[in-house]
């Protein structure tokens, strides 16, 4: 089983639809967990952290749910300036601040 | 956000050659973060680069092929050595964001091709 898996995609969604796309991971020791964006041939650039509380930025949504874990992030009136690929990575935890990466959730918002 | 800069950001070199890449924070910092990004694929950490001692290397690399330096708390590089096709993909450096953020950035990531 990989550590962290994520559903490939692609998602194909019009514009000003609702997407989520959920993670999960195998590390119990993960404490901190990030949503990167990335666009083709680009590093990845954080979107958002995800909390135990749960984490509200504009259209976005991330959640967390330890005792399953997962995590989730709700993507609110996709715009075309969506289109990308979503990582989940949690950090590795026990002391451990690199991060671990999964696949990617391939989003193309359609006009 | 700490701002990060790689150089080169590609290259195409020849199979059995070395290549050097470095990468410059505009801040001090403690971890430096070396991962690869093999075509279509997700980030592989290589390495964690500490100022001040040796790097620490996940399973399946080795510092033979995966040279690490560390001189200082801005600077870092990675030489993939005795380069083979399967070498090539983008290598990113990443590094902790200041300690309130709780945050990883990450280079612009160099190119590379390996013929």
């Known amino acids: 089983r990989k550590e962290v898996e994520q559903d490939p995609g692609p998602f194909n969604v019009p514009e000003g639809a609702t997407v989520a796309f959920n993670c999960t991971y195998s590390?119990?020791?993960?404490?901190?967990f990030f949503w990167y964006r990335q666009d083709c041939r680009k590093e990845p650039k954080l979107l958002m952290s995800?909390?135990?509380s749960g984490n509200e930025d504009g259209r976005f949504t991330a959640q967390l749910n330890r005792a399953s874990q997962y995590i989730s992030l709700l993507i609110r009136d996709s715009k075309l300036s969506d289109s990308a690929t979503y990582l989940c990575?949690?950090?590795?935890?026990?002391?451990?601040?690199?991060?671990?990466f999964g696949s990617g959730t391939r989003l193309q918002v359609q006009p | 956000s700490a701002v990060i800069s790689q150089k080169p950001s590609r290259d195409i070199c020849q199979r059995g050659t070395s290549l050097t890449i470095q990468c410059q924070v505009d801040?001090?910092?403690?971890?430096m973060f070396w991962y690869r990004q093999q075509p279509g694929q997700s980030l592989t950490l290589i390495a964690t680069?500490?100022?001040?001692?040796?790097?620490?290397?996940e399973s399946g690399f080795v510092i033979d092929k995966f040279p690490i330096s560390r001189p200082n708390l801005t600077f870092s590089t990675l030489t993939v050595s005795n380069m083979s096709p399967e070498d090539s993909s983008i290598y990113l450096c990443?590094?902790?964001?200041?300690?309130?953020?709780?945050?990883?950035?990450f280079g612009p990531g160099t190119r590379l091709t390996v013929l």
């Open positions: 990443s590094v902790d964001g200041h300690a309130s953020t709780d945050t990883q950035y």
């Open positions: 590390n119990s020791a993960s404490q901190s």
């Open positions: 995800v909390y135990s």
């Open positions: 990575a949690p950090r590795r935890g026990a002391g451990r601040r690199a991060l671990t």
């Open positions: 801040s001090q910092v403690t971890m």
């Open positions: 680069a500490n100022q001040g001692s040796e790097a620490t290397y």
